[in-house]
């Protein structure tokens, strides 16, 4: 799990940085189990071992990430019964086993580079791009490491990458197997559906007191009250701090002269360029466009340049136009020589490593020059914000602190003067208990994850948003998940039992059709004699691309099976039952390289895998491994 967790995570840098991954979650439990000095070993490898709080803190991550990734609805029960804790525990087994080559060929990190990758990190710098100590200790804390801990964590990440590397494949050696596996991916179906929907017919079907009963007590999953939850929660926003910040008109001045161009309104112009291949080409366009607007000095320059080059090329009108853009928007020497032009004038050709440019600026938005008058009220607030980013990292290592003694959310809020709001019950979806959406939910990406991932009466990590807030919430109650009484859920078994039946005569009507055209009738005809309308999805892919809401992933298995003219099997489908006939198999005519390109990257961090479980397979062997399977049964013995 680990491992799927790691090949999701595309750069060598960001695999450094794998543990920042939880500081979004809440973490299950509270951490270490076991004091430093009595922390049992789980697992023995060679003379290295898996100590439980090592695992205890591997596990939580993962259950965090699962938890998060199904929003709320992924259970210790679920990862037990997916046997989640043993992958965990072979995870870090497989770690020791890297970690001891790493040993046995005595590769070392220096320290110089490892903080280096530290001070250079995105994650701990400021708006200025500088590396901050307090966001540095501020991201610790959320994912429960001290300094020591973090660097050895990301030295030993570091090191394990260096063995992989030495035993993963790099040549691509499969060419043939990409091409292949790209022109069947790539080819596509005509298809025909027709749509046999329960909602089609009406069932007069009225179950008795008993049937309900025995819905209710054979079928109880599906009459479920949801688990919901009321919290606190804590908000930090920039926009709070600006009254206590007091910036003289001085440090304001000193901004705006040390940087006047950032202040200004930087010119803009419309341009419409293209290249061509020769200057031959570029030469006979050029000279179609001046002799057509010779021939009618009335017509627009920017129409004429357009309507000439996307009648003699096979350029569109969309990728002439540049847009309207700034100097610094474009590559120098495009920029050079676009902002010298003059407005209406076509200018080229101009040799360039892309071929023969010819381009049109057609209009012009001068600079503006702004005074330290118009903008003084704008850097005064610029200034404000950043200094209060600044402080909003410091108020939260201080609300960290203020629960680290005891204190609730409100009370540790109220400490660095960040509001408070309480939210009654909802669900998982954002519902309250009437079966309303709550409209003033706070529009945190992330919200209503956190609520349902963290513990009833604790509080969560703060959380930052892309907007620069932060947020913490707690959990003031929760009402679990339960079975609806007779009363609450006497409605709906009654439209389950009508939809049931239902279903059954559609399924029958749809097994009857099926049958007639096996036994050679014309499908439109028959389409026509049962009333139905043929729904024509005219390129189908593979990924079900062409035929969304009009049929299934189990369809599209049997429609890229069939021949032309076949038809599938009725397959049910929400409420209803399709069928499709094939009218075309439609082979894949272009080759793109870059697709091919990434099939044969995927099939080969296929192989990779594979040589890496061989490595694994090859020094668990060599390695003297213990696991205390007795220790590992006891930590779930409680949740059991």
């Given at each position: 799990m680990l491992e799927k967790l790691r090949n999701n995570i595309n750069s060598v840098f960001s695999k450094l940085f794998l543990l920042l991954l939880a500081a979004s979650f809440a973490l299950w439990g509270v951490g270490d189990i076991f004091s430093p000095d009595q922390d049992p070993t789980l697992a023995e490898v060679g003379d290295m071992e898996v100590t439980v709080n090592q695992f205890i803190s591997s596990y939580q991550r993962i259950i965090s990430e699962l938890n998060s990734s199904t929003n709320g609805n992924f259970t210790e029960e679920m990862a037990q019964s997916l046997g989640l804790p043993n992958q965990t525990l072979n995870q870090l087994i497989n770690e020791r086993i890297y970690d001891l080559e790493v040993e046995k060929i005595n590769l070392i990190l220096p320290e110089k580079h490892l903080k280096e990758l530290i001070l250079s990190s995105p994650a701990f710098k400021d708006q200025?791009?500088?590396?901050?100590k307090e966001q540095f200790q501020f991201t610790l804390r959320q994912i429960g490491m001290d300094e020591k801990q973090y660097l050895k964590e990301i030295s030993n990440t570091i090191l394990r990458e260096q063995i992989r590397n030495i035993i993963q494949p790099h040549n691509d050696i499969t060419n043939a197997i990409g091409n292949t596996f790209y022109k069947l991916r790539n080819e596509e179906r005509a298809i025909e559906t027709i749509n046999f929907s329960a909602s089609s017919y009406k069932s007069e079907i009225v179950p008795s007191d008993l049937d309900i009963e025995n819905e209710l007590t054979d079928n109880y999953q599906l009459y479920q009250v949801p688990e919901y939850r009321s919290f606190s929660i804590m908000t930090l926003r920039p926009d709070d701090l600006l009254s206590s910040i007091n910036i003289g008109e001085e440090e304001i001045k000193s901004e705006f002269d040390n940087y006047p161009e950032k202040y200004n309104?930087?010119?803009?112009?419309?341009?419409?360029?293209?290249?061509?291949?020769?200057?031959?080409?570029?030469?006979?366009?050029?000279?179609?466009?001046?002799?057509e607007i010779n021939n009618d000095n009335s017509k627009n320059k920017k129409d004429v340049f357009n309507n000439v080059i996307t009648s003699n090329s096979d350029k569109s009108k969309e990728a002439l136009y540049l847009?309207?853009?700034?100097?610094?928007?474009?590559?120098?020497?495009?920029?050079?020589?676009?902002?010298?032009?003059?407005?209406?004038?076509?200018?080229?050709?101009?040799?360039?490593?892309f071929g023969w440019r010819i381009f049109l600026v057609n209009e012009i938005e001068p600079e503006v020059i702004m005074s330290f008058d118009d903008v003084k009220d704008q850097i005064e607030k610029e200034i404000k914000v950043n200094i209060a980013l600044e402080k909003m990292y410091e108020l939260g290592n201080m609300f960290y602190d203020e629960l680290a003694m005891g204190n609730n959310?409100?009370?540790?809020?109220?400490?660095?003067n960040a509001k408070v709001r309480d939210i009654n019950f909802i669900d998982n979806k954002g519902i309250?208990?009437?079966?309303?959406?709550?409209?003033d939910l706070p529009p945190f990406p992330e919200l209503i994850d956190t609520v349902f991932s963290t513990n009833d009466n604790d509080t969560s990590d703060i959380i930052n948003t892309i907007s620069n807030i932060m947020y913490a919430i707690q959990i003031n109650e929760i009402k679990p998940q339960r079975t609806m009484n007779l009363n609450e859920a006497k409605n709906k078994i009654i439209e389950n039992f009508k939809n049931r039946e239902n279903m059954t005569i559609a399924k029958k009507y749809a097994e009857q059709f099926y049958l007639d055209i096996t036994n050679g009738a014309n499908f439109n005809e028959l389409s026509k004699?049962?009333?139905?309308?043929?729904?024509?999805?005219?390129?189908?892919?593979?990924?079900?691309?062409?035929?969304?809401?009009?049929?299934?992933?189990?369809?599209?298995d049997k429609i890229f099976s069939l021949k032309v003219n076949e038809i599938t099997s009725p397959t049910i489908y929400n409420n209803s039952y399709t069928i499709s006939k094939?009218?075309?198999?439609?082979?894949?005519?272009t080759d793109s390289a870059e697709d091919i390109d990434l099939?044969?990257?995927?099939?080969?961090?296929?192989?990779?895998?594979?040589?890496?479980?061989?490595?694994?397979?090859?020094?668990?062997k060599k390695y003297n491994i213990k696991i205390n399977n007795q220790l590992l049964d006891s930590l779930f013995s409680d949740n059991s």
């Open positions: 200025f791009g500088q590396f901050n309104i930087a010119e803009k112009r419309e341009v419409f360029l293209t290249n061509f291949s020769s200057e031959e080409e570029a030469i006979n366009i050029i000279n179609k466009i001046n002799d847009g309207n853009v700034i100097f610094d928007e474009l590559p120098e020497e495009v920029a050079t020589s676009v902002f010298s032009a003059e407005k209406n004038k076509i200018i080229g050709p101009e040799e360039t490593a959310i409100t009370d540790a809020a109220s400490s660095i309250d208990i009437n079966g309303d959406i709550v409209e004699k049962y009333n139905l309308v043929i729904i024509e999805s005219p390129s189908v892919k593979r990924d079900g691309s062409g035929s969304e809401g009009v049929v299934n992933s189990e369809a599209i094939i009218t075309q198999i439609i082979p894949t005519n099939i044969n990257s995927n099939i080969i961090n296929d192989i990779s895998d594979e040589i890496h479980n061989i490595f694994i397979n090859h020094f668990s």
